[in-house]
């Protein structure tokens, strides 16, 4: 008798990544999952000053003064976000998008959000 395939829950299926996530699909720029914050990211290496910018359809600009080479951008980008939630770079996850402008953030309890993402929230 053939083996049942196991199926998984759409928890399961929406949470993959790095280790195995695929990331939360979420029609804005940003959600609560629990405690969790989820952005999506569009990202800008090689700018003229860290910045976070405007939402642009179901992403937000992130503009970093970091080159993009072997995820340093990426990197760069989780150290400034750090700063600007108030929690430590280990509480940020970067759930896919490493190497690309196209990223999705997982924040562990931020301790304050940016006027542009506390404005979108309180909505």
Known sequence: MAKPKKTKSKSEATSEGNSGRK??????????DGDILVLN???????????????????????????????????????FLAKEF???????????????VNKQLRIKSPKQLPSVINKHLSQ
């Open 23 to 32: 990331g939360l699909v979420i029609d804005s720029f940003c959600a609560w």
């Open 41 to 79: 990211i569009l990202g800008t290496p090689s700018a003229n000053k860290d910045a976070i910018g405007k939402p642009k359809g179901h992403q937000l600009k992130v503009s970093v003064t970091a080159a993009p080479v072997g995820g340093r951008a990426t990197d760069h980008m989780v150290r």
């Open 86 to 100: 108030g929690v430590t770079a280990n509480d940020i996850e970067v759930v896919f998008g490493r190497f690309n």
